[in-house]
């Protein structure tokens, strides 16, 4: 595989649990720019986001907490049984979203940018801007444990999620590389990391 030039855009991408935003801070640690669309997104939906009105409009005052954010919560129990809902949320924010995205990378430079896209394998558009795909991946069953380890989640919620995510195949069909972050410790993932860093572009920092 050629190395790209020092510039080059990353996509990178992997289910809930898998260790993307892991992957993402060790990839920065190399010298990598990060654009991460799950930042923008809660961006956008904090207290006075700049999605919220038209969430409001949208969706009602019962999808907003009282500080003016969007309640993720409700949201999630709504998008669980309710596809359309999923998609008028997702038409609100994406083009934002994507806005946003642009123009933090825009402040790269001439160092590699990483664009940390969840939905990336759903999303053409993301593939065509990219260079190179990364996927961090493992099996269901450890994205649900570490997800439901975290505050306000459980077991059950976690799975109906990954559920609702593109299957680990054919997140991996789109990949360039694949990191398998499953039964490995933090050493043996930062190496594999830097291996692939200096794959693509060549040196590495001291």
Do not use: Y
């Amino acid at each position: 595989m050629s190395r790209l030039d020092p510039g080059a855009a990353i996509g990178l991408t992997g289910g809930i649990g898998s260790g993307k935003s892991t992957v993402a801070g060790l990839l920065v640690e190399l010298g990598a720019h990060l654009v991460d669309n799950d930042a923008i997104a809660r961006s956008l939906t904090a207290p006075a986001g700049a999605a919220m009105p038209a969430i409001a409009a949208a969706f009602g005052a019962a999808f907003v907490t009282a500080d003016g954010a969007l309640d993720r919560a409700r949201m999630r129990e709504l998008a669980f049984t309710d596809a359309g809902a999923k998609a008028r949320l997702e038409a609100l924010l994406h083009p934002l979203i994507g806005a946003e995205a642009w123009r933090q990378a825009a402040a790269a430079g001439a160092r590699p940018v990483v664009f940390d896209v969840p939905l990336l394998g759903a999303s053409s558009a993301w593939r065509q801007r990219v260079a190179r795909v990364l996927v961090v991946d493992c099996a269901e069953a450890t994205q649900a444990a570490r997800v439901a380890a975290r505050p306000g989640w459980d077991d059950a919620t976690a799975r109906r999620v990954i559920a609702q995510q593109l299957p680990r195949a054919q997140r991996r069909a789109l990949a360039d590389a694949v990191i398998h972050n499953e039964g490995i410790d933090l050493a043996t993932l930062r190496a594999e990391v830097r291996g692939l860093w200096h794959l693509w572009f060549g040196g590495l920092p001291g």
